[in-house]
């Protein structure tokens, strides 16, 4: 039997509807074929994705899944009558909550993405400029202006972290190496001294990062396993010293990290 | 009266979950305030949720609304009983799956996110390496990698697509810029000319253009009207004639935009 087929059917872009049903997905050992059918903001979108799931239910020899968070009560109603079980994410949760604030929905389409042209949407972009100008060090220009600068190590994660902040949360998260020099030095690079307050460390498992850079410079001393524990070691005591507060990325999802230094660093959270 | 307060409640980083909440909560004309909970994976910590709800329903005059996606059963029930509207995302859809499924669900928790250790993981973070490498017409090497180019004149919104599409599909997406030089030659970029069929464009409205870079450089002639409705009217020629498929990101985000990408260029989808 093929593994059962699951469409992700939305009006807007399918983002959430995909990440709810990845969650959902996830829960079950068996592997699924996943079509998506964004943008479906029509009665004729609606009957021409009827006509897909059929065909599925057809070629698979069983009825598909169906995820939908179409807004619009008539397409929704479209679907519903497809020939598979469908689970529809809005309706089940709208309504309760219509009943609890006393006050109607507004039934709007694609309002669960932010619009392009709202504040909040421009500073996410912002921020990831932000991001990008202040990504390994590259300019000591403007970091008052961050919310986090992370620190640690050559490849310990800080460029995906820092990015993922950006776009995922419009968080203005520069990141800062800290290199050998620092070490000999013992002191944390000059242009951070001022901003204490906004350091946050990652640091890494030894072996895991001397596997990560001998993929870049295989070899090297910059590799070396010994050369990561020295680097590692001095930059953890360094951060103690300096009571800057860090976690280990070994093991941890960029979206894992993010929420941690979100949860430590606390940001005024955005309201919706 | 002092807005809703809604709880984002969940064993992992809670991201699913307040990605959820939002697009319904956006379907109400009314401000929420937003407080995360992550990480909840022990009956201790369930407990201590439920005393800083019961809390807050003291505090606002009125019980909050609660999003939870607890994959432990005790732990969801110890949620379940809070002075709350708890929406329990989980439930709703786990169960009615088992039972199409004739299978249990493994109920395991923080699975709902991408595990730091699997090769979808590596996958990605190489992909936002690759992008980063890319960007801007950086590097012409292993151009031949990349699921897709994007091209565009600057600023048309090239560079955050790219990274979206790294960071939340794992496609190497480099992009390239079209310049003026390229428009007085009529000729594509030399190092694209190899590489048409992954070619992606991004066109913008002159108006916004001139705007997004008179932030930048404000005044100069780059940034002047005139200047832009030049540069853009020539790419459009420029990828017309060379049969390259294009949209305009004015009032698109970059959800929108990586999702309409994904349609148009028909990668394999990841299957779960």
Excluded at 56 to 66: E, F, K, Q
Excluded at 171 to 184: G, R, T
Excluded at 236 to 261: C, D, F, P
Aim: glycine share 4%; proline share 5%.
């Amino acid at each position: 039997m093929p593994p059962p087929t699951v469409f992700i059917v939305s009006d807007g872009t399918g983002i959430t509807a995909e990440t709810f049903a990845h969650s959902i997905l996830s829960q079950f050992d068996q592997k699924f074929r996943l079509v998506r059918v964004p943008f479906v903001d029509s009665a004729d979108k609606a009957f021409a994705t009827v006509e897909k799931i059929s065909e599925s239910a057809v070629l698979d020899g069983r009825r598909p899944i169906v995820f939908t968070t179409l807004v619009d009560s008539s397409s929704n109603s479209i679907v519903k009558n497809s020939n598979a079980l469908v689970l529809d994410i809005f309706q089940q949760f709208v309504e309760p909550l219509e009943l609890e604030l006393d006050m109607k929905s507004t039934h709007a389409v694609g309002r669960g993405h932010q619009n392009a042209d709202t504040e909040e949407y421009k500073k996410r972009i912002e921020a990831i400029n932000f991001s990008l100008a202040h990504d390994d060090g590259q300019s000591n220009r403007n970091l008052a202006e961050a919310d986090v600068i992370l620190i640690g190590v050559s490849r310990s994660g800080k460029t995906p972290t820092s990015l993922y902040l950006a776009m995922q949360y419009g968080v203005k998260a520069a990141n800062y190496p800290l290199i050998p020099e620092d070490f000999e030095r013992g002191k944390l690079p000059t242009p951070l001294l001022q901003h204490r307050d906004k350091l946050f460390g990652l640091s890494i498992d030894a072996q895991r990062l001397s596997e990560i850079r001998n993929e870049r410079r295989p070899g090297s001393k910059y590799a070396a396993l010994e050369n990561c524990r020295y680097e590692i070691n001095e930059a953890e005591v360094m951060m103690r010293r300096e009571g800057v507060k860090w976690l280990s990325s070994t093991h941890k999802s960029i979206e894992e990290i993010a929420t941690t230094i979100l949860q430590e660093i606390k940001l005024d959270r955005p309201a919706y």
